[in-house]
């Protein structure tokens, strides 16, 4: 390994270049930060919608939709475009023991609309057999109650788009 001394007659020089360094490491940092900020916006998809699903669960039915989702819902989301943010579950009582919750997100680079894109994604997976096997079980042993879904459009100051 190398290393660069360099000798300055006196403090005033040597805190010049310190401060020159520092100026520049400033202003490069400064320079790449607004690139990267400006690379976001620009690829930003302006066509994307979020979808956000609030599931009331049947009392003490919240671990058993858990499971419906973990080995199959996901999986058939998946497979039909439907491209899941999250799930979440209440941690505050009440509803820690009846709301499962997820986010999605729809987008389509043609010339419709993302919310089309999402019905067309949803009505593919209602189609699916497999699918139609979850509403099966679903009326031998209610899990769901009601299904509360709310279409979201990403604010211009949003971090997520």
């Known amino acids: 390994m190398t290393h ?9 020089s040597k805190a010049s270049v310190i401060g020159t360094v520092a100026l520049l490491s400033f202003a ?22 979020f979808e956000l699903r609030v599931y009331h669960v049947v009392s003490g039915k919240l671990p058993a939709l858990e499971s419906r989702f973990r ?3 996901c999986n058939l989301l ?19 023991d ?5 986010m999605l997100a729809h ?6 609309s993302s919310r089309e894109e999402a019905k067309k994604n949803w009505d593919a997976m209602r189609a699916d057999p497999q ?10 042993e209610r899990t769901v109650e009601e299904v509360d879904v709310t279409y979201l459009r990403p604010t211009d100051f949003s971090p997520m788009k």
């Not at 660069?4 to 005033?12: A, G, L, P, S, T």
């Not at 943010?85 to 009582?93: I, M, N, P, R, V």
């Not at 009846?98 to 997820?102: A, R, V």
């Not at 699918?131 to 031998?140: A, C, R």
């Open 28 to 49: 490069a940092g400064s320079l790449i930060a607004a690139r990267l900020a400006l690379t976001g916006r620009a690829s930003a998809d302006s066509n994307r919608v």
């Open 98 to 102: 009846n709301t499962f919750i997820f």
């Open 78 to 96: 998946a497979k039909h475009n439907l491209s899941v943010l999250g799930y979440w579950a209440s941690e505050d009582a009440p509803a820690s």
């Open 107 to 112: 987008s389509s680079r043609l010339a419709h």
């Open 4 to 12: 660069i001394r360099w000798k300055f007659n006196d403090r005033k």
């Open 131 to 140: 699918f139609q096997e979850v509403v099966k079980s679903e009326q031998n």
């Open 71 to 73: 080995d199959t819902t």
